[in-house]
Structures are given as structure tokens and as C-alpha cells.
């Protein structure tokens, strides 16, 4: 199975809204489905969830975060960008063959 | 609060098996949701392992071969097996719990180097 495709980077200015893309394929992430999730992840620590099933947030995190999805592509979106959301983010999604992928990863840069 | 916890040995020579563990603490393993292996080589991306709910199990096509997932639900801990290992799976190797469509719990990770 294909890693989802991501932009290696995503950069933003301190306020500034950034969004982040995660293309699958007709096995993943579809338009019939809620299969895609997305993870934050600083150096040297484990992913922490931040959306799952397309557009919902876990208690406790941001509302600055939100996802989306159309066809075979899901996004992320991040408002009021901040120093401290400067980390990667990976996307993933539960596949037609009942197994698991991630996305390739995005830096996010503040500048 | 649903918490893991991986273990097993940090290095392991080339052609061995590589044995983790994740203990799982404040959830029952058997009450229901998948238990997933996860790993992420240095300055790399995440990378689906395996997942199992109690008998039930699903591999990563390209591991498949080499991996063995399995559950000990007396100690509510679920276990890793990966054979026949090379330098190309050195990484960190993360325990979380699946809820199929995303994973929502996470063990802190174990650095587990093949080397000779």
C-alpha cells in the first residue's frame, strides 16, 4: 500500500491560516467516507491526535485546528497560526482492505 | 486515563527477531477497539505496523511476512514479533490504541536499533 501524499512543508506567519492537504486513493481516503485522521507530532515525542473521522476535534484540543475533506483529498487547517504549532502533522486513513497508512508527513514552519 | 507503555531491548543484531511489549493501564484490552504497533525510522515518517483485537488481526502488506501480533489479555498487554530484521528497521516503535479509523492513545515510543 501508497504512504496518503502530503507537501513536505507548509510555512505561515504568526495570525496567518495555513492548510495542509492529504491525497489518497480510491482504497483510503473517499468522498463515502469518514476515514481520515490527523496527528501532531513534536521532535523527539509520539503523535498526538488532533482531528479525527474528517472533522472532529478530541477534548482538549484547539479549535484553531479543523479538517475537511473533498473526493480523495482531506485537509487541515490551522487558524491564528502560533509558535507552538510549529511541528510535523501527518494524516491517515483506514483502508478497503481493513488496513491502516499514513500520510508522508508536513513540516510546519512559523515564521 | 488510558495509558501505554512499550519495553523490550534497545538493540538487536542484524537477521534476529525483534520482542516488544506494550503494557496497557486505566482500559481492558479485551473490552473492545484494536491495539496497534506503529514505527517511524530516525528523521523519517510514521509507519502502520499491525493492529489486533482479541483473535481478529491486520498486517502492513509490505511486514507482513516478517511480523507477529498478538494480545495476553490476563496481563493486559499486547505484544510485537518482527523476524529476520536488517538497519532498515531501526526506529521508534509506538504502541497506541486503534480505533480503526484513527488512533487516539499513544505509548511514549521505544528506539529499538539493529546493529551488530
Known amino acids: 500500500q501508497s504512504a496518503l501524499t502530503q507537501p513536505a512543508s507548509v510555512s505561515g506567519s504568526l495570525g496567518q491560516s495555513i492548510t495542509i492537504s492529504c491525497t489518497g486513493t480510491?482504497?483510503?481516503?473517499?468522498?463515502?467516507?469518514?476515514?481520515a485522521a490527523w496527528y501532531q507530532q513534536y521532535p523527539g515525542k509520539a503523535p498526538q491526535l488532533m482531528i479525527f473521522e474528517v472533522t472532529n476535534r478530541p477534548s482538549g484540543v484547539s479549535n484553531r485546528f479543523s479538517g475537511s475533506k473533498s473526493g480523495s483529498t482531506a485537509s487541515l487547517t490551522i487558524s491564528g497560526l502560533q509558535a507552538e504549532d510549529e511541528a510535523d502533522y501527518y494524516c491517515?486513513?483506514?483502508?478497503?482492505?481493513?488496513?491502516?497508512?499514513f500520510g508522508t508527513g508536513t513540516r510546519v514552519t512559523v515564521l | 486515563q488510558v495509558q501505554l507503555q512499550e519495553s523490550g531491548p534497545g538493540l538487536v543484531k542484524p537477521s534476529e527477531t525483534l520482542s516488544l511489549i506494550c503494557d496497557v493501564s486505566g482500559y481492558s484490552i479485551n473490552s473492545g477497539y484494536f491495539w496497534a504497533w506503529i514505527r517511524q525510522p530516525p528523521g523519517k515518517g510514521l509507519e502502520w505496523i499491525a493492529s489486533i483485537f482479541r483473535t481478529e488481526k491486520a498486517y502492513n502488506p509490505s511486514l507482513k511476512s516478517r511480523v507477529t501480533i498478538s494480545v495476553d489479555a490476563s496481563k493486559n498487554q499486547f505484544s510485537l514479533i518482527l523476524s529476520s530484521v536488517t538497519a532498515a528497521d531501526t526506529a521508534v516503535y509506538y504502541c497506541a490504541r486503534d480505533r480503526n479509523r484513527h488512533f487516539d492513545y499513544w505509548g511514549q515510543g521505544s528506539l529499538v536499533t539493529v546493529s551488530s
Open positions: 491517515s486513513s483506514f483502508t478497503v482492505s481493513s488496513t491502516r497508512v
Open positions: 480510491s482504497s483510503d481516503v473517499r468522498s463515502d467516507n469518514s476515514f
